[in-house]
């Protein structure tokens, strides 16, 4: 039995956590089970190239477009990413192209110096922008964030100089984890449906 508590709190891993991508896959397809149903999945992955560490979206987007998912729409790549300049347009676009899509939004943010490296999840949107005093949209029915480098002072100084490395790890954590926990949603719903349809005609063949 899970306690109600238990899914507000949001999960917060350091990327150099041994067992990092199962703890993440878990979470995820467990959120995506009870709160996307059978709605469409959309990940939005914002940022930009023109910034290392506001980079981590973008690459994220660009790694999970290779796994070319029928299981999911993606925003957000290197070639086209979503941006502050863009943002609103591509909500529209998705709130025009689908009924009812769930959310996942996914960007990088600053935190303390002791979180730098952590990748959170949880539900609710991402609120882009936030650590550099932008006023965006918030994205997303649940969130993806990594903590790319300390924020409170000179944010998009910061953001320029953040290591690659860091950002590139993270990017391929989450993007291997995502794609693997759409995957487990779907298989298991799928499992759902024929175990229905199966006791359904069960229960029929017995009337």
């Known amino acids: ?23 993440l896959v878990n979470r ?3 959120m995506l089970e009870e709160q996307a149903g059978k709605r469409p999945i959309v990940i939005v992955c914002v940022g930009t190239d023109r910034s290392t560490g506001d980079s981590l979206g973008p690459l994220i987007g660009t790694s999970l477009s290779k796994y070319r998912s029928p ?6 790549t290197l070639e086209e990413p979503v941006h502050a300049m863009n943002l609103e347009d591509t909500l529209l676009e998705i709130n025009r ?9 996914i960007d990088a943010c600053l935190g303390q110096v002791s979180s730098v490296g952590s990748i959170q999840v949880g539900a609710g949107p991402v609120r882009p922008g936030a650590g550099v005093n932008k ?3 918030p994205v997303g029915d649940m969130h993806i964030t990594g903590i790319v480098n300390v924020g409170g002072f000179m944010e998009y100084f910061v953001l320029q100089n953040t290591r690659l490395h860091l950002v590139m790890k993270m990017a391929d954590i989450i993007s291997l984890s995502l794609f693997t926990a759409v995957a487990n949603s779907v298989h298991i ?3 759902t449906r024929e175990q229905t349809a199966a006791s359904d005609y069960t229960s029929h063949l017995h009337l």
């Open 71 to 76: 299981h999911f729409t993606l925003f957000g």
């Open 1 to 23: 039995m899970k306690l109600p508590f238990m899914k507000e709190t949001p999960l917060k891993v350091p990327h150099t956590t041994a067992n990092v991508v199962g703890l």
């Open 97 to 105: 192209k689908f009924h009812k899509p769930f959310v996942i939004g």
């Open 28 to 30: 995820l397809t467990s």
């Open 189 to 191: 719903s799928a499992n």
């Open 135 to 137: 006023d965006l949209p």
